[in-house]
């Protein structure tokens, strides 16, 4: 749908040809009447051309949907001319987020087919609203103006930065009783349960479920060698004196799930608000990160107080991620509760360190890449 409406220009030029024309004949000057039946007739004429619908066909694309934050998404404008003698000069802006990108169109021959893309920013993360798409076409002299709308409105989710770091330490199960036992005799856990499809292989039926529910049910197992994973995320802005400072714990968070799942250990993400409680199965062939970074894509700091705890059964290895304006001793006693505690503190004014307080080890670190960098030499080992 294209909207019309006169510029600045074509504004002041048919103000002022009025003005003219009024004056001219009000006082009997031709000289002045007849400049300003000119400017209003310029004026009107510049007005008529824009109301000519733009001869072009555009379509415009935005992939990928999901991108990492500062990661690659690009908006790309397909667009040909349909005239067959004259050029067409377009300019076109993108809505991101209420802000406008402009997209910068280059001039179209006749029938000529051009392809341009630009960058949409994804410097924060959240759901980004892109679109519509505004084209702007000039009529004479610039004196008026037509917008053509293309494209509807999509959303492109910008999850948190997936950094490197290399995983969990080796150790024994804390939250399966008899772990060392059920590995010796080549035994598994059960975490999680799916219908059955065909070519499953039939030993792996969960009978009681199977038979409870009158649907086919197969065991979803994981290596008790493999210990869990709890990431506890601390989102209270009080933590935070920085704004910078949240979004480097989250991407700590993030890597810290990446690579536990990476290597098929169980991980479970729980924000201390409580607003995230996201659990992913280890060692499933379709385990992946992506409902963590989803979740973690909205998550912004909150005014609550407290912090919630980790499930007795996730209490292998601990990672409690937070920043330097959080009060210690509670954050310690919950990493403390675990067989492996670690308390990441992202601090903007301190040199990356490591040292420990009771059973827990403190890895503190001015932002997320030195902080994961210290999980793998003192954790990770």
């Known amino acids: 749908m294209s909207r019309v409406r006169p510029t600045a220009r074509g504004v002041g030029a048919l103000v002022l040809g009025v003005l003219l024309t009024t004056l001219g004949l009000w006082w009997r000057y031709p000289g002045p009447a007849a400049l300003g039946i000119a400017l209003t007739l310029i004026s009107l004429v510049g007005l008529g051309s824009a109301l000519l619908a733009a001869p072009v ?5 935005v992939r990928p949907r999901t991108v990492h934050r500062l990661g690659v998404c690009t ?24 802000e406008p990108v402009a997209v910068e169109i280059p001039l ?23 679109g519509p798409l505004t084209l702007r076409r000039r009529g004479l002299a610039g004196l008026a103006e037509s917008r053509t709308s293309v494209g509807e409105i999509i959303e492109v989710r910008v999850v948190p930065r997936v950094l490197p770091v290399r995983g969990l330490p080796p150790g024994a199960r804390r939250g399966q009783i008899g ?9 598994t856990d059960l975490v999680g349960l799916r219908e059955y499809v065909p ?7 969960h009978w009681a479920t199977s038979a409870r529910t009158g649907t086919l049910m197969i065991r979803e197992d994981a290596d008790p060698a493999r210990p869990h994973l709890a990431v506890l995320l601390d989102d209270r802005a009080e933590s935070y004196p920085l704004a910078r400072q949240f979004e480097d714990a989250v991407e700590v968070a993030a890597s810290l799930v990446n690579a536990a799942l990476a290597d098929g250990h169980p991980v479970r993400l729980l924000s201390s608000s409580g607003t995230v409680d996201v659990e992913v199965p280890g060692g499933a062939a379709d385990a992946d990160a992506g409902p963590v970074l989803a979740a973690l894509a909205d998550l912004q700091p909150t005014a609550t107080s407290g912090t919630q705890s980790v499930p007795a059964r996730d209490l292998d290895v601990v990672a409690l991620v937070s920043g330097t304006g959080a009060e210690l001793s509670p954050l310690l006693l919950e990493a403390g509760r675990a067989s492996v505690g670690v308390l990441l503190l992202v601090d903007a004014d301190a040199p990356t360190t490591v040292s420990a307080m009771g059973t827990v080890l403190v890895l503190r670190a001015p932002t997320a890449e030195p902080l994961l960098h210290a999980w793998d030499t003192a954790v990770a080992r």
Do not use: F, M, N, W
């Open 108 to 130: 179209l021959g006749p029938g000529e087919r051009v392809k341009v893309e630009y960058r949409i920013p994804t410097e924060r993360r959240g759901v980004r609203r892109v």
């Open 199 to 205: 070519g499953d292989d039939l030993r792996r039926l």
């Open 75 to 98: 908006g790309t404008l397909e667009i040909t001319s349909v005239s067959r003698r004259l050029p067409v000069l377009l300019d076109g802006t993108d809505e991101v987020a209420g």
């Open 57 to 61: 066909s555009p379509t415009r694309t």
């Open 179 to 187: 772990a060392d036992e059920r590995v010796e005799r080549g035994g």
